[in-house]
């Protein structure tokens, strides 16, 4: 029987990343199915005590409990780690369990991280937040700025934390820079890829330590689970993120894990069209707003830094109206076709007003800081025709004063 786990390293290891999307971490039951099979179990029985003492004592293979191991939860790790290209995989409930988790497992009081401004809101509560609020000390800087990372650089500093590109304000990280400032200062790097996924940018070629994923994104791709992922070598993994997690418990349930296997088996494809798509919409809206910020477009002031750590934009390009929150607001409830809707990287698309959702959380300081105005939106491009997305916006545009 074929089994396509990460054992099996000589077989994967000759697979693209579209073969790997599709077929890797696959582990065959006894009845040869061909698609993953859905282990709803929570517990595991053993043929003997003896057996069950040792693997408990991790001198037997095999599973104890899905709170720490399940068949269908470890495909999706598997075939994660070697879409990443990483040694190891474990996955969370969420992507937030996956930034909580990779942050709060290697931190303690007394521990410094650095971290890039333009976080997903809820990151920046973790930074501003959470982290401080047992001891561990956090600088906020803008990313872009290569020597803004090198000078919050201090003695207890042990993380660098980012994404690349940012949400929503697209700004770009220079993932090699960066990376080698750390490396050199002793300090681990934590780079969330939501946007990107590693169809698009691949971190860990750059230098990055640990890679940590929302598969709510582009991974389940289709607005159905949440999930969640962090990547990095097989020491970090076994002996620094698990004892963590085990005892916490941020698990990924087995059906939602089953829900992303299928996501990727499609990943590849839809991010090229996805990314195909918002190039043209990004077009079409640059010649009809004040403003508009997608990677690909030369109008992106780090449209070069983009390219050369990118191989595609991404599904999400982001605007700004002068007209404030009531012409955001106008355009946004003209739409005809693209939903309002706080979610991204969903096969439809979702256009949203950050400083009055995903980012009104956030004090009105925050926000200026990271470049979140008012009349700011944040779309997340689908796989609809890319003339029906125009129309939409062309009819929604003029309804906005447009
Ligand atoms: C959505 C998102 C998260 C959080 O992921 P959830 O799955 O919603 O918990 C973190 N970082 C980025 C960049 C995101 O887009």
């Known amino acids: 029987m074929k089994r396509y786990t990460g054992q099996n390293r000589k077989i994967t290891s000759k697979w693209r990343p579209a073969t790997r999307a599709v077929r890797g971490g696959t582990a065959r039951s006894e009845w040869g199915e061909t698609s993953e099979a859905l282990f709803l179990t929570s517990g595991y029985a053993y043929d003997c005590a003896a057996d069950a003492a040792q693997r408990f004592a991790g001198e037997q293979q095999g599973m104890t409990y899905s709170r720490l191991q399940n068949p269908t939860v470890e495909m999706l790790e598997q075939r994660i780690a070697l879409l990443e290209g990483s040694e190891s995989a474990r996955c969370t409930a969420s992507g ?47 990313g872009r700025d290569n020597d803004a990372w090198k000078a919050a650089i201090r003695p207890e500093t042990k993380l660098f934390f980012f994404e ?51 598969a709510t994104k582009m991974m389940d791709g289709q607005g159905r689970v949440l999930a969640g992922a962090v990547c990095g070598t097989e020491d970090f993994i076994l002996n620094t993120l698990l004892p963590f997690t085990r005892n916490t418990g941020p698990t990924l349930s087995a059906f939602n894990a089953w829900v992303v296997l299928k996501g990727l088996e499609t990943l590849d494809l839809r991010i090229q069209k996805q990314s195909d798509n918002a190039l043209r919409v990004a077009r079409f809206l640059e010649s009809r707003v004040p403003r508009l910020l997608y990677p690909m477009l030369e109008s992106h002031p780090q449209h070069a830094l983009a390219k050369k750590q990118m191989s595609a934009g991404g599904t999400i390009l982001s605007l700004y109206l002068d007209g404030g929150r009531p012409q955001a607001h106008a355009l946004l409830d003209a739409l005809q076709l693209v939903d309002i809707s706080n979610n991204i990287g969903d096969s439809r698309s979702l256009m949203t007003h950050p400083s009055s959702t995903t980012h009104a959380g956030m004090t009105a300081e925050a926000r200026e800081e990271m470049g979140i105005t008012e009349g700011m939106l944040r779309l997340s491009v689908g796989l609809e025709d890319p003339e029906d997305l125009i129309e939409d916006f062309d009819q929604a545009l003029k309804a906005a004063g447009l």
């Open 96 to 142: 937030m369990a996956a930034m909580t988790a990779a942050l709060l497992c290697q931190l303690k009081t007394g521990d410094h991280v650095v971290a890039g401004r333009a976080l997903f809101g809820s990151c920046r509560w973790l930074t501003d937040t959470l982290l401080p609020k047992f001891g561990i000390t956090t600088t906020v800087i803008d």
């Open 164 to 214: 690349t590109p940012s949400n929503p304000t697209l700004d770009i990280i220079d993932l090699a820079a960066v990376c080698t400032i750390a490396k050199d200062a002793g300090i681990k790097t934590v780079v969330d890829n939501a946007f990107a996924t590693p169809m698009l940018q691949r971190p860990l070629d750059y230098g990055a330590d640990i890679i940590a994923y929302s």
